[in-house]
């Protein structure tokens, strides 16, 4: 699978579905739990973006974002995970502002929030706390922040924590999350993200547990790559999250942690199909979470360099196979229904 490709899995199923199991689709009450502020400007923003960028800096790093718009453009085949971070550097370049991150918020809220009917009635967007040449870290959540509030209750934030950050930095933003959240803010939770083979966990776990004492909630990317042993995903646990994004190669001890606990599951068919995580949806960890019941909740991760939607993810649960899981509609809906029993409001 091409990434960037208009014909991505996602896009194939919707297509096999009929026009009313589209618009069973369409018209199912969904939450968005797990999406990424910068993996979600819609292409057009992001090349708006970057015609300001490139007119207000004609040489710094002109040539590494005209370089990365052109494959977010075009697409490219991922050989592994760890070259999807690649792609952040040149949408980095063009958020760089208040100004930029303001009109790239608003553009990834809309594009969850608004049309008739909207991808989803409510999203929990989480970002990482950013600090550039042009603001500071808190600047650039509070830009968020004021944007993602004028949604008015149909959005939360959760602040992102990325493994690669430096144990002062998690303290620092983790203490940002608490002050936001007392300060009244709209935000809910907070995220572990990031390249998963960085980090040492054993430092992370106590910093991200402590959350729970602000009256946040906690969601960790967690068993992403089979690389992740179970020490990692152990002490991860050891953080008592809320949810976990992924949860792709839980070792035996560790799922049964998850199912016992009940942690709802945020599932990205798509992502991990391009990232090749998961080398078939047949293959998708998500059937074995479904045969035990275990709450799950559908998500579309990135949708800049994925090009699906919440619509699509959904039609890889509803399309006959091997396009998608062939799940019956009553299957469908209570798996939309519990998603929005997991969110963090
Ligand atoms: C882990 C991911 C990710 O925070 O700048 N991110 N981390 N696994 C994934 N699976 C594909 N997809 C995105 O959004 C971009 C950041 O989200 C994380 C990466 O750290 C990326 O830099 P924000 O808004």
Known sequence: AVLGAEDGPGGLAWRALSNSQQDFIKCLPKAEVHAHLNGCIPLKCL??????????????????????????ETGVVLTEISDFFGLFPAIYAVTSTPTAVKKAAHAVLSSFLSGSPAQCQYIELRTTPRKTPHMTAREYFTTVLDVLE????????????????????VKTYVQMAKDFKQAGRAIVGVDLCGDPLTGDMK???PILS???DAGLKLTLHIAETPQNDEEDTLMLLSARPDRLGHATFL???AQAIVLRNQ????????????????STLQDHHVTNFLSHKHPVVICTDDTLPFRNSLFEEYALLLAAPPLGLGL???????????GMQATFR
Do not use: W
Not at 59 to 66: I, R, W
């Open 203 to 205: 430092e992370f776990a």
């Open 263 to 278: 942690i709802p599951v945020e599932i990205c068919l798509t992502s991990n199909l391009l990232c090749k995580t998961v």
């Open 150 to 169: 004028t949604f008015q209750g149909r959005a939360a934030l959760i602040l992102s924590i990325d493994r690669r950050m430096s144990i002062e930095d």
């Open 328 to 338: 019956s509609g009553a299957e469908v809906e209570r798996i939309a229904h519990v």
């Open 47 to 72: 090349q708006d973006l970057a015609k300001d960028y490139l007119a207000n800096n004609p040489t710094t790093a002109a040539d590494e974002v005209q370089r990365g718009l052109a494959v977010l």
């Open 210 to 212: 402590s959350v729970h």
């Open 251 to 253: 070792t035996p001890a």
